[in-house]
C-alpha cells in the first residue's frame, strides 16, 4: 500500500477518525437544514407576498436542472454516510461493555446525548414521510397536483393544504423537536469531535450550539404553528388551482 | 450505621457471577469505603467464607488501584476522590449500596470486583514514552517551557490510569485516559519527536484492545478522580488528525 492509501485506511478504520467523519457529515446536514430554513421561512413573508415568493423559489430550483442533481445525491450521500458510522460506532459502542451494571447511573451525560441514534432513527422515518409528502407526493396526491396561474407547482398551497391536516401538522412539530434534540448535543459535540475545542470555547460551543438546535427546530416548527393557528392562509392570489 | 451491600462475587475469570447482598451492621462513618469492606471481610472469614476481592495498594488515592463501581459511579458519589479516599460519613445508616467491578470488555472481570486492566499498560506501552540521551543529567532549564504548556502537561501528568473513565462511560471509552497520556508528552518540547507517532499508535492500540468511541458525554471527566478535562480528548483529536496528514517532507 502506498503511504497515502495506508493513512487514509488507517484514519478511516480508527475510532478517532470515524467520530471526525461523523462530525464533518453532521454539519454538512446542519448547513443543509440551515439553507432549508432560510427557504421555508417565506412561507412567512408579509403582505401577501409569500406565495410569489414560494412558488418562484420553487421554480428556481427545480429550474437548476442537472446541479439539483448533484446536490440532491450529495444530500443523500452524506446522510447515507451518517447514518452507516452511526451504526458502527453505536455497535462498537455497545459491544465495548457486554456485561451492564446492575445499579445503572448517569452523573452528567445529557438527554439529548444519550439518545442520539433513538432520535436520528425518528429522523429517518420523518425524512421518508417528508419526502413522500411533499418532494413525491405521494401522501396527498391532491395537494400535489396544485398549479398557480403562471402554470408553476403551487407549493405555497400545497405546504399549507398539507399543514391544515391536524395529524400532519403535529407530527412535523414532534419531528422537529426530535432534531432539535439530536442537534443540542450534536452541534456541541462536534466542534469536539473536530479537535476545535479547549477549556477556554467549552461551554460557550456548548451553549451555542444548545441555541442553535433550539432556534432550528423552532424555525421549521413555526410554519406548520403558522397554518394551524391561521397565521398563514391559503392563497386565493393563485387563480387557476388544480388545473 | 447500618448498610446493606450488594456485591458482585464472581469465583473465576470464566466463572457465572451474582449479585450477593450483605447486612453491614455497625459501620464507623470514620471509616474509609475499603476499610468498611476490610471488617466485612473479616467478619465473612469468621464465619468461613470467601471474603471479597478487591484491588487496592496506596489508600492514599495516588495508585489509582482501588477499582469498584459504587451505585453505579466508578469511586462512588465524591468528586474528585478515590475509593480509598471515600469515607462512609457521605452514606446514611440503612442505604443500600450496590459495589460492582468495573465492566468494560477490555477490562475482563478475574475475581470479584478486581478487573484486568493491563490494557491500559499496552496503550502506554504503545507510546508513553520520549526518546533521550543517557548519562549526565542535562543542565536544568536548558530547554525552555512554555508556562501554559506546562501547566497542562502537568495536568495531564495527573492521570493515575485507574480506568474510572471507562467504567463509567456508556460507551467503556478509554479516550480521557489515552489523551491525558498523549497530551502529557506532546505538550512538552521532550515529547516532539514522537509525537506524531505517539497518538496514531495509542489510538490504534486502543481500538484494539476494544474500547468504545467517544460520544462527548463527559460522564469520564466527572468521575475522574484526578478531574482530569474532557479538553484533552479534543486536544487529541487534532494531534490526531494533524499526525494523520503530516509527512517528515
Ligand atoms: C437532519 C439530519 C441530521 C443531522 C443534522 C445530524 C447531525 C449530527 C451531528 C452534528 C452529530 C454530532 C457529531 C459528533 O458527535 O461529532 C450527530 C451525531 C450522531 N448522529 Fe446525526 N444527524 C442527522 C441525522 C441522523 C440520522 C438519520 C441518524 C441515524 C441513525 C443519526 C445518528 C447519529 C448518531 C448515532 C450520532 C452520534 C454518533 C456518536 O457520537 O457516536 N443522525 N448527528
Ligand atoms: S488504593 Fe491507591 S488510589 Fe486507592
Redesign the interface.
Known amino acids: 500500500m502506498s ?1 497515502l492509501v495506508e ?1 487514509v485506511v ?2 478511516l ?8 467523519l461523523m462530525a464533518l457529515t453532521g454539519l454538512a446536514l446542519v448547513g443543509f437544514l440551515v439553507a432549508h430554513l432560510a427557504g421555508n421561512l417565506q412561507m412567512l413573508a408579509p403582505g401577501g407576498k409569500a406565495p410569489e415568493l414560494m412558488n418562484a423559489y420553487a421554480a428556481q430550483l427545480k429550474g437548476l436542472g442537472p446541479l439539483l442533481w448533484i446536490a440532491r445525491i450529495g444530500l443523500l450521500g452524506t446522510f447515507a454516510l451518517h447514518v452507516a458510522l452511526a451504526i458502527r ?1 453505536t455497535a ?2 455497545k ?16 438527554w439529548g ?2 439518545t ?1 441514534i433513538l432520535t436520528g432513527s425518528v429522523v429517518i422515518l420523518f425524512v421518508l414521510f417528508h419526502l413522500a409528502h411533499f418532494t413525491l407526493g405521494f401522501t396527498h396526491p391532491e395537494h400535489y397536483a396544485l398549479h398557480d396561474a403562471q402554470g408553476r407547482h403551487d407549493v405555497y398551497n400545497m405546504v399549507v393544504a398539507g399543514f391544515q391536516v391536524p395529524a400532519v401538522a403535529v407530527g412535523y412539530g414532534l419531528a422537529m423537536f426530535v432534531v432539535g434534540l439530536h442537534l443540542s ?1 450534536g452541534l ?2 462536534l ?9 477556554r470555547l ?1 461551554l460557550l460551543t456548548q451553549r451555542l450550539g444548545v441555541a442553535v438546535a433550539i432556534l432550528l427546530a423552532v424555525g421549521f416548527a413555526l410554519i406548520p404553528s403558522a397554518v394551524q393557528s391561521g397565521w398563514i392562509q391559503p392563497s386565493t392570489s393563485v387563480e387557476g388551482s388544480n388545473k | 450505621m447500618d448498610l446493606t451491600l ?1 456485591v ?1 462475587r464472581q469465583e473465576r475469570a470464566d466463572a457465572p457471577g451474582k ?1 450477593v447482598s450483605y447486612d453491614v451492621p455497625g459501620v464507623d462513618e470514620e471509616m474509609s469505603f475499603l476499610e468498611m469492606i476490610d471488617v466485612l471481610n473479616e467478619r465473612l472469614i469468621e464465619k468461613g467464607e470467601e471474603p471479597i476481592a478487591f484491588e487496592h495498594d496506596c489508600r492514599e488515592g495516588i495508585c489509582g488501584s482501588c477499582s469498584m ?1 459504587i ?3 466508578p469511586h462512588g458519589p465524591q468528586p474528585e476522590t478515590t475509593t480509598c479516599q471515600l469515607y462512609m460519613r457521605h452514606f446514611k445508616d440503612g442505604d443500600t449500596i ?1 459495589v ?1 467491578p468495573f ?4 477490562f475482563p472481570v478475574l475475581r470479584d470486583l478486581i478487573v484486568d486492566r493491563s490494557a491500559f499498560d499496552r496503550i502506554q506501552q504503545a507510546g508513553g514514552y520520549i526518546s533521550i540521551n543517557t548519562g549526565n543529567a542535562p543542565d536544568a532549564n536548558a530547554t525552555p517551557v512554555n508556562k501554559e504548556a506546562s501547566e497542562a502537561a502537568i495536568d495531564a501528568a495527573q492521570c493515575i490510569g485507574c480506568g474510572a473513565c471507562v467504567a ?1 462511560c ?4 478509554a ?1 480521557l485516559f489515552v489523551a491525558a497520556k498523549v497530551s502529557h508528552l506532546s505538550l512538552l518540547p521532550q515529547g516532539q519527536p514522537e509525537r506524531y507517532q505517539r497518538v ?1 499508535n495509542m ?2 492500540t ?2 484494539d484492545e ?10 469520564c ?3 475522574c478522580p484526578k478531574g482530569i ?3 484533552y ?9 494533524r499526525a ?2 503530516s ?1 517528515p517532507v
Not at chain 2, 476494544?210 to 460522564?219: D, I, L, V
Request: with cysteine; glycine share 6%; net charge positive.
Open positions: 503511504p493513512s488507517r484514519f478504520r480508527s475510532t478517532v477518525g470515524t467520530k471526525v460506532l462498537l459502542n459491544a465495548a461493555r457486554p456485561v451492564p451494571y446492575a445499579y445503572e447511573s448517569t452523573v452528567q451525560a445529557s446525548s444519550r442520539m448535543h456541541g459535540s466542534v469536539r469531535s473536530l479537535g476545535l475545542s479547549n477549556p467549552r | 450488594n458482585w449479585i463501581v451505585n453505579g459511579v450496590f460492582e465492566r468494560a470488555k477490555a463509567s456508556k460507551n467503556a471509552s479516550m496514531l489510538v490504534s486502543m481500538d476494544g474500547f468504545g468511541a467517544c460520544t462527548n458525554q463527559s460522564e471527566e466527572a468521575v478535562s474532557v479538553s480528548i479534543s486536544r487529541m483529536n487534532r494531534d490526531y488528525l494523520s496528514v509527512t
